[in-house]
């Protein structure tokens, strides 16, 4: 079982960076994928970013790539998502989520976190 916790979320001017934090339980973690995802208001939950289980792949929705840095620190159980050049568009919900590898975790993730919210004003 593992159990994720979001943290980092907040409101933000539109151009302005944010940097969400992740801390997941259990001793797997350094095994799993981990990945971020978003919720809009009235929207799908969508991906944004994931990285594999030793840091060294990454993968980006096209909305993001460039803006946003997904990164992990096995050590400490965490995962990260850097926000820079906020846009209003990039409001909503941000869940943490992992799994057993990259593809998994873009697609159908076995385990969410509760969620942070990040508002980015224009």
Do not use: H
């Not at 792949?57 to 096995?74: E, M, Q």
């Not at 057993?100 to 975790?105: A, R």
Request: proline letters at 3%; charged letters at 15%; glycine letters at 14%.
């Amino acid at each position: 079982q593992v159990q994720l916790v979001e943290s980092g979320g907040g409101l933000v001017q539109a151009g302005g960076s944010l940097r969400l934090s992740c801390a997941a339980s259990g001793r797997t973690f350094s095994r799993r994928a981990m990945g971020w995802f978003r919720q809009a208001p009235g929207k799908e939950r969508e991906f944004v970013a994931a990285v594999g289980w030793s840091g060294g792949s990454t993968y980006y929705a096209d909305s993001v790539k460039g803006r946003f840095t997904i990164s992990r620190d096995n050590a400490k159980n965490t995962v990260y998502l850097q926000m820079s050049s906020l846009k209003p568009e990039d409001t909503g919900v941000y869940y943490c989520a992992a799994a057993p590898s990259i593809g998994v975790v873009a697609t159908t993730p076995n385990y969410w976190g509760q969620g942070t919210q990040v508002t980015v004003s224009s």
